[in-house]
Every structure is written in structure tokens, then in C-alpha cells.
């Protein structure tokens, strides 16, 4: 057994106008709240790529019951375990095409992206920063 592809992953912000703008506007990427159990981001083509949950920033959380419940209780979730677990992840990759017009797009947005070139796999990358931190690196074959 191998992994095939990034299915999802689940983003709890408190920054959710901003978010769904970067991935729809500046990504390319469709936004779907119609499908069940939330809001969800699909890539070209049509995948469920980014869950998103929106977290009130007055009460942050609340968004976490489900993992406190799930530890076997109601306790509240230290700051120190946000930045655990999930908290750990440093990038997201996708597969992408349009180098040119995501750099186009990027710079219009005024938003800060680093380039890199991988020579040996013909690979050219942009690092970004979403709207909530997360690192997502854009691979260009």
C-alpha cells in the first residue's frame, strides 16, 4: 500500500472571509458550502482538498470539544497543545500548473512567496503563507 495523493486537511481559523479569499481568488480553488458536514475548498479538479471549520475568536476554544471530548472529557485545551499534533505540521504541498499566472496573482495580492528551483526533478516551487500561518508549498512540473 502507497500513498496516492494528499486527500485533505482541515484548517480551524478564525480568519474565515480572509481564508476562503486566498484559496478561491488567489489559489484558483472552489468553495462548496453545500456539501454536508461543512465548508470545504475543492482543487482543479474537483477533489474535497481543504476542510475548513471556522473558530470564534472570542472563544477558541470551543472549536476544540470534539478533541477534548474525544481525551475522555470536557477540559479545556492548553495553548501549549495548539501547537501540538496537528500544530506541528510546517507545509501542505499540491501539484499545480500556471507558474506564471500564480506568480501574477501572488504579486497582486501583495502577498510574500519565496521561489525555488529544483533542478535534479525539474521542479520549480512557490512557498506562500495562507491567511491562518500555514505554510503551502505549490509545486510547478
Given at each position: 500500500?502507497?500513498?496516492?495523493?494528499?486527500?485533505h486537511?482541515?484548517?480551524?481559523?478564525?480568519r474565515?472571509?480572509?481564508?476562503?479569499?486566498?484559496?478561491?481568488?488567489?489559489?484558483?480553488?472552489?468553495?462548496?458550502?453545500?456539501?454536508?458536514?461543512?465548508?470545504?475548498?475543492?482543487?482543479?479538479?474537483?477533489?474535497?482538498?481543504?476542510?475548513?471549520?471556522?473558530?470564534?475568536?472570542?472563544?477558541?476554544?470551543?472549536?476544540?470539544?470534539?478533541?477534548?471530548?474525544?481525551?475522555?472529557?470536557?477540559?479545556?485545551?492548553?495553548?501549549?497543545?495548539?501547537?501540538?499534533?496537528?500544530?506541528?505540521?510546517?507545509?501542505?504541498?499540491?501539484?499545480?500548473?500556471?507558474?506564471?499566472?500564480?506568480?501574477?496573482?501572488?504579486?497582486?495580492?501583495?502577498?510574500?512567496?519565496?521561489?525555488?528551483?529544483?533542478?535534479?526533478?525539474?521542479?520549480?516551487?512557490?512557498?506562500?503563507?495562507?491567511?491562518?500561518?500555514?505554510?503551502?508549498?505549490?509545486?510547478?512540473?
Amino acid at each position: 500500500m502507497f500513498v496516492r495523493k494528499l486527500d485533505h486537511y482541515n484548517i480551524r481559523t478564525t480568519r474565515y472571509p480572509e481564508t476562503v479569499r486566498f484559496y478561491v481568488d488567489v489559489l484558483g480553488m472552489r468553495h462548496d458550502t453545500e456539501f454536508s458536514g461543512g465548508n470545504w475548498i475543492y482543487d482543479g479538479s474537483g477533489v474535497a482538498a481543504v476542510h475548513l471549520i471556522v473558530v470564534d475568536p472570542a472563544d477558541p476554544q470551543r472549536s476544540y470539544k470534539a478533541k477534548s471530548s474525544f481525551r475522555g472529557g470536557g477540559e479545556s485545551i492548553s495553548d501549549e497543545e495548539l501547537f501540538y499534533g496537528s500544530g506541528a505540521i510546517d507545509h501542505v504541498a499540491f501539484e499545480c500548473t500556471g507558474y506564471g499566472e500564480m506568480v501574477e496573482k501572488l504579486c497582486a495580492a501583495k502577498l510574500s512567496f519565496h521561489e525555488n528551483l529544483v533542478t535534479g526533478m525539474q521542479l520549480r516551487q512557490i512557498f506562500v503563507k495562507d491567511p491562518n500561518g500555514i505554510t503551502l508549498e505549490l509545486n510547478f512540473r
